[in-house]
Nanobody, 119 residues
């Protein structure tokens, strides 16, 4: 199994920044791509940023230019730096991995970390 622990959320003023972290444990050798998703109240979960095993990065239009995703494969960590936060960034943020080992779920999720942006 792959276990993910998200951290770094909190209450931030509009215009501020924060850094989210995800620590993977267990069968981390099975992890290929990693990503951050978020889910705001009353909305569907959406992709925020994605980084492939090869290091290719994609951002959602809503955060492009305001976010930086990074990973350390050796340490099993994933980070998301968000800048110029606004109210629309308020959501629960989830770390996600894609796994390629037999008998493992194809994806794993962290427990989520709440980000609240105050105006």
């Amino acid at each position: 199994q792959v276990q993910l622990v998200d951290s770094g959320g909190g209450l931030v003023q509009a215009g501020g920044s924060l850094r989210l972290s995800c620590l993977a444990s267990g069968d981390t050798i099975c992890i290929t791509d990693m990503a951050w998703y978020r889910q705001a109240p009353g909305k569907e979960r959406e992709l925020v940023a994605h980084i492939s095993e090869a290091g290719t990065i994609k951002y959602a239009d809503s955060v492009r230019g305001r976010a930086t995703i990074s990973r350390d494969i050796a340490k099993g960590t994933l980070s998301l730096q968000l800048y110029s936060l606004n109210a629309e960034d308020t959501a629960v943020y989830y770390c996600n991995t894609e796994n390629n080992c037999p008998l493992l779920p194809l994806t794993s999720w962290g427990q989520g970390t709440q980000v609240t942006v105050s105006s």
